[in-house]
């Protein structure tokens, strides 16, 4: 990198900071942080639980924003002042290579994180995997993306909770549903809502044969307790049963496992992941209360659909991204024709293009 480049990159990186300050405007922020702390210490504060949970929630949020936009203010003032005294061909240059491509991919990050404005973007996720029809082909993807969901989880710093996991019969997974807890999970995680494909020599086909599979992936953001679901007991049945583990394997000696049923709607939900019956219902009742707000997102948008003339089909045929093995190595995105060649990286987590180039997509529509 010469010198002409890096001005030509402080420059970018100034002109980003400077749009990010006008469309954050960190003095109201500012502004309405105080008045939150200002009410999270008066003495009557807890007295309404829910309320004061949403408070110091959007409170950690506000603070969170602005930490992280001094952050890189503070970074661009260090870079500077870095170049200034570098020379090309020094330790000192490529520290200073090493800074701009730091500050490149957090610049991005909290760009992205700006668009991350829905109701529940900042919510942590939960993540149900279902594979299709293929048997123990398609159980093993499932699995496969399991992995990849941990991995990319891992990656960002996201603690990864199994509320339930439903071995396949000789491999991979029948089903599982994930908690992904960190800031934003769902806000980046919900662009994997969809249909995953699989083209690849089946490692189960003696006669190696190409084989496509599908999983599909469902994406639901976590409820707090602060937000009002109030689910009658009349309106759900619920279910008790000894769980299993994989291979068929007892977990549990006492009925554990948990299925409620919303009689409404018909929505089925299973936990069986802790050995405590208590445990595993709380459980499903989130991942429960998560599906019906889903299901109110859902209709919201099919509202907003339809005033724009516009329909998606959600079937099975209409998987939003192919993973080639074979015959060559391609991972494509069909809503965005973001691709990469490297299908061993995107296996082991590393989805942020994908995701990054969905949410733009999303973004720039919103906007034309």
């Given at each position: 990198m010469?010198?002409?480049?890096?001005?030509?990159i402080?420059?970018?990186?100034?002109?980003?900071?400077?749009?990010?300050n006008?469309?954050?405007?960190?003095?109201?922020?500012?502004?309405?942080?105080?008045?939150?702390?200002?009410?999270?210490?008066?003495?009557?504060?807890?007295?309404?639980?829910?309320?004061a949970?949403?408070?110091?929630k959007?409170?950690?949020?506000?603070?969170q924003?602005l930490?992280?936009?001094?952050?890189?203010e503070?970074?661009?003032?260090?870079?500077?002042?870095?170049?200034?005294?570098?020379?090309?061909g020094?330790e000192?240059?490529?520290?200073?290579?090493?800074?701009?491509?730091?500050?490149?991919?957090?610049?991005?990050?909290?760009?992205?994180?700006?668009?991350?404005?829905?109701?529940?973007?900042?919510?942590?996720?939960?993540?149900?995997l279902h594979?299709?029809?293929?048997?123990?082909?398609?159980q093993?993807?499932?699995?496969?993306?399991?992995?990849?969901?941990?991995r990319?989880?891992?990656?960002?710093?996201?603690?990864?909770?199994?509320?339930?996991?439903?071995?396949?019969?000789?491999?991979g997974?029948k089903?599982?549903?994930?908690l992904?807890?960190?800031?934003?999970?769902?806000?980046?995680?919900?662009?994997?809502?969809?249909?995953?494909?699989?083209?690849?020599?089946?490692?189960?086909?003696?006669?190696?044969?190409?084989?496509t599979?599908?999983?599909?992936?469902?994406?639901?953001?976590?409820?707090?307790?602060?937000?009002?679901i109030?689910?009658?007991?009349?309106?759900?049945n619920?279910?008790?049963?000894?769980?299993?583990?994989?291979?068929?394997?007892?977990?549990?000696?006492t009925?554990?496992?948990?299925r409620?049923?919303?009689?409404?709607?018909?929505?089925?939900?299973?936990?069986?992941?802790?050995?405590?019956?208590?445990?595993?219902?709380?459980?499903?009742?989130?991942v429960?209360?998560?599906?019906?707000?889903?299901?109110?997102?859902?209709k919201?948008?099919?509202?907003v659909?339809?005033i724009?003339?516009?329909q998606?089909d959600?079937?099975?045929?209409?998987?939003?991204?192919?993973?080639?093995f074979?015959?060559?190595?391609?991972?494509?995105?069909?809503?965005t024709?973001?691709?990469?060649?490297q299908?061993?990286?995107?296996?082991?987590?590393?989805?942020?293009?994908?995701?990054?180039?969905?949410?733009?997509?999303?973004?720039e529509?919103?906007q034309?």
């Open positions: 010469e010198t002409y480049e890096v001005n030509k402080i420059a970018f990186f100034k002109e980003s900071i400077q749009d990010l006008k469309a954050l405007q960190p003095s109201k922020l500012e502004s309405q942080y105080k008045e939150l702390s200002k009410e999270m210490q008066e003495p009557s504060f807890w007295l309404n639980t829910k309320q949970k949403k408070t110091a959007d409170a950690t949020a506000i603070r924003k930490d992280d936009f001094y952050h890189l503070m970074k661009l003032k260090s870079l500077v002042e870095w170049f200034e005294i570098s020379e090309e020094t000192e240059w490529i520290i200073l290579e090493q800074d701009i491509d730091t500050l490149q991919k957090e610049l991005k990050s909290f760009e992205l994180e700006t668009i991350l404005n829905g109701p529940y973007d900042y919510n942590n996720a939960i993540i149900e594979p299709g029809a293929g048997g123990t082909e398609s093993d993807w499932c699995d496969m993306l399991y992995r990849m969901y941990t990319y989880a891992q990656k960002k710093r996201y603690k990864v909770e199994v509320l339930d996991y439903q071995a396949g019969d000789e491999a997974i089903s599982v549903t994930i992904i807890k960190g800031p934003y999970a769902y806000g980046y995680l919900k662009a994997e809502r969809g249909v995953h494909r699989l083209v690849r020599i089946s490692p189960f086909d003696s006669n190696a044969r190409r084989h599979s599908f999983a599909s992936c469902d994406v639901l953001p976590e409820i707090s307790d602060d937000i009002d109030v689910i009658k007991d009349e309106d759900i619920i279910d008790v049963y000894r769980s299993g583990g994989a291979g068929g394997q007892s977990v549990n000696t009925d554990s496992a948990v409620i049923t919303h009689l409404a709607t018909g929505i089925v939900v299973t936990c069986q992941n802790e050995r405590s019956q208590h445990k595993n219902k709380d459980s499903a009742m989130s429960l209360k998560a599906k019906l707000v889903q299901e109110e997102i859902k919201q948008e099919a509202t659909k339809n724009k003339g516009e998606k959600i079937s099975w045929g209409s998987q939003i991204r192919s993973y080639v074979h015959p060559y190595q391609m991972v494509k995105d069909h809503r024709n973001y691709e990469v060649g299908v061993d990286l995107v296996m082991d987590g590393e989805i942020d293009g994908f995701i990054n180039a969905y949410l733009k997509a999303g973004d529509n919103e034309s």
